[in-house]
């Protein structure tokens, strides 16, 4: 029986390219615009993900990580003496103009490491020793930097421009997620972003703590919360935060969720016509089946294992757009595509709803089909 | 009959391309060591607090006892000098011209008083012979009563001879202390830190900066600030360690000496001398042993205290 119905499905080409067409673009335009928008939800973290540190502890009320509430440069002790701490270290991070050599103005990122261990140093350095940052005067930029800065050729090791007024020099070249502001990041140690920075009362924008073995993160940043009053936050907890005052606060959420809707339901759309048209087509075989004696549960089995097949045969199709289109246009951090495992499951789920949903007007269709009509004209 | 489809092969390439670009996106890179170890509670709970170190007993601050113009600098930085030990010395020539004038003074005083009590032997000797003579028409009353007078004015002009070679020899005792006074000595055994005059400087009673800054550099301790915050946290008499800056891996071990009972504003060890008077810290000082690495006065540490188990 499954294989008469794969049969029909396969039969009918133009209708079973049709089909196929429909699942494949209402998939590719889902995952396509979900990774850009999770992209996007990356970019806006990049300013916690890029740190890479377990708890950060701040003002209670903060919003998001790019809004900086200052605290007392006493808090770094106050936040060391909290039971299960194992380290907590100072984090100066702001928006400050670098001035070029031509002129030219450019708003940075920037972000003051505590210099002696260097906790918060970027993960990869493409080019020169980040342990050069304890040199004077030295800074260490990111490759969105050595772009927006004149690129490679006037950008490189060595080259010195002017952070509000002070003239630092390159000592390194790392490699760092985008952010949503889209501010090249460069980093310089505590002391120096404190020396560069104008004079404000604090300038302390985080303390960056590490728990103890055995000790949660989770755990660690309700205890500082706890026993200091601050704001305390998982990496995870602080994403969030960020994620969510994005969300709640630029129409970006509505913008891809109005597409990711219009996907399902154009999808949906066209594969639940040409399905009905389908089964309207092969009534007839439909009807002989059923006059030799198939049950309308075996018909709509075969229904739904044709619509499930052109489904999955779909999916793979567009997620498989969807990754080359990401691999392509998005290489090189140049767009914000970021594919994951929940969103493809999602959309999974979401494709096979969109195959139940159209399979079950044909279902309907044949639960009322009388087998005479096989000798109808 | 299904795998003939070219759609379905296609599929399968798109599924695996996915997974594949996935699997290879899929690792969070992970953190990148700090370059050294970060400084760290050796205790259950622990109060942090940031130290500076400093010579025992406080470093002390030299300042000349009167203006003047330094002629020699006897010290460079880094003596080591004992109690009594000559530092500088002030411009002395007006006040040993003085004492010159003071010293030569006395030989004239003291031949005044040898003057003096010739002469008061010489009235003594004739008011005796005047006094001797029996026959009371020889001598008059008058004479001898007169030389009596004259007898005892002598012996109040030796006494005042007397005080006046006192007076100048206090005098030129004052000129000398005056003058040793410009010799500045050290107070105490110790090291100098910091010299801030050269010879033929004019060194002033009101400076900010010490002339010369003399401590004990054998013996340290730190002065750890600690958040106002966390003041009642402290349980005075707890022993701590501090991690020198850029040293983690050994800690030194502190021994308590006291807690300042004056909470006094934060003066900011965190590189930025801007003022902040918003936060006021407990300063405690804590006593130490030279440790086998070399230490600076000045140096800033972090300082971990053992918080004995509060009750949470």
């Known amino acids: 029986m499954n294989f008469v119905a794969l049969k029909m499905l396969f039969g009918d080409r133009a209708k079973y390219l049709m089909l196929l067409a429909g699942l494949t673009f209402s998939t590719m335009l889902i995952v396509q615009q979900g990774s850009i928008f999770w992209g996007l939800m990356t970019w806006s973290q990049s300013g916690i993900t890029n740190i890479n540190a377990p708890v950060w502890v701040t003002d209670p009320n903060i919003n998001q990580v790019e809004e900086i509430k200052p605290l007392a440069d006493t808090a770094v002790n106050v936040v060391r003496s909290v039971p299960g701490v194992e380290w907590a270290v100072p984090l100066y991070k702001g928006v400050q103009r670098a001035r070029l050599r031509d002129g030219n103005y450019e708003q940075i990122a920037l972000v003051g490491i505590d210099s002696s261990t260097l906790i918060g140093r970027p993960h990869t350095i493409i080019e020169g020793r980040i342990e050069d940052l304890r040199a004077p005067d030295t800074v260490a930029i990111d490759q969105l930097a050595v772009q927006r800065l004149g690129g490679p050729d006037r950008m490189h090791l060595g080259t010195t421009f002017e952070v509000n007024d002070h003239l630092v020099k390159v000592a390194a070249i790392v490699q760092a997620q985008k952010s949503f502001q889209n501010f090249p990041f460069v980093y310089t140690t505590y002391e120096r972003a404190l020396g560069i920075t104008p004079q404000v009362r604090r300038k302390l924008s985080y303390v960056l703590a590490s728990p103890v073995e055995g000790v949660s993160p989770e755990e660690l940043a309700r205890r500082i919360h706890e026993h200091t009053g601050l704001g305390a936050f998982t990496e995870e907890q602080f994403g969030w935060k960020t994620v969510q005052w994005i969300l709640k606060n630029t129409g970006i959420g509505v913008n891809f969720g109005t597409t990711v809707l219009l996907g399902f339901v154009v999808g949906m759309a066209i594969a639940g016509q040409t399905f009905y048209l389908f089964t309207i087509e092969n009534l007839r075989q439909f009807g002989a089946l059923k006059a030799i004696g198939a049950s309308t549960g075996m018909l709509a089995r075969m229904i739904l294992l044709q619509s499930f097949t052109v489904g999955l045969i779909g999916y793979g199709l567009g997620i498989g757009l969807a990754t080359l289109f990401g691999l392509t246009t998005a290489r090189g951090g140049r767009l914000p595509f970021v594919e994951t495992w929940p969103l493809l499951v999602g959309v999974g789920v979401a494709l096979l709803m969109i195959c139940s949903l159209s399979s079950a007007i044909s279902i309907r269709k044949l639960a009322k089909l009388e087998p005479a009509v096989v000798f109808r004209g | ?312």
């Open chain 2, 1 to 312: 009959m299904m795998f003939r489809r070219l759609s379905v092969w296609l599929a399968f390439a798109g599924v695996l391309l996915t997974i594949a670009t996935l699997w290879g996106a899929r690792d969070k890179p992970v953190a990148p060591p700090p370059m050294e170890r970060p400084p760290h509670n050796p205790y259950l709970s622990t109060v942090a607090a940031a130290g500076i170190i400093e010579a025992a007993n406080e470093n002390v601050r030299i300042a000349p006892p009167v203006s003047g113009l330094v002629t020699k600098v006897h010290v460079k930085v880094a003596s080591h000098v004992q109690k009594g030990d000559p530092l500088f010395q002030l411009d002395d020539r007006e006040l040993r011209a003085q004492l010159q004038t003071q010293t030569d003074s006395l030989p004239s005083a003291a031949a005044r008083i040898a003057e003096q009590d010739i002469r008061l032997r010489d009235l003594q000797e004739q008011l005796r012979r005047l006094q001797s003579v029996k026959d009371r028409r020889a001598v008059s009353e008058d004479d001898v009563q007169r030389k009596w007078h004259e007898a005892e004015v002598a012996k109040r002009a030796l006494i005042r001879s007397r005080a006046d070679l006192r007076l100048a020899q206090t005098q030129r005792d004052e000129v000398q202390a005056n003058l040793d006074r410009l010799t500045v000595q050290a107070p105490r055994a110790g090291t100098i830190l910091q010299v801030n005059i050269r010879e033929g400087e004019y060194a002033t009673v009101n400076t900010n900066e010490p002339l010369l800054l003399l401590g004990d550099i054998e013996t340290f301790q730190v002065r750890a600030d600690i958040d106002e915050v966390n003041a009642p946290l402290v349980v005075p008499g707890s022993p701590a360690v501090a991690y020198l800056k850029g040293r983690t891996e050994q800690a030194i071990s502190l021994t308590f000496d006291r807690i300042e009972p004056y909470i006094v504003p934060k003066r900011s060890l965190t590189g930025d001398n801007s003022e902040r008077v918003d936060t006021r810290v407990l300063q405690i000082i804590y006593q130490f042993e030279k440790p086998t690495f070399p230490i600076y006065v000045g140096q800033q540490v972090d300082v971990f205290i053992d918080r004995e188990a509060n009750p949470e």
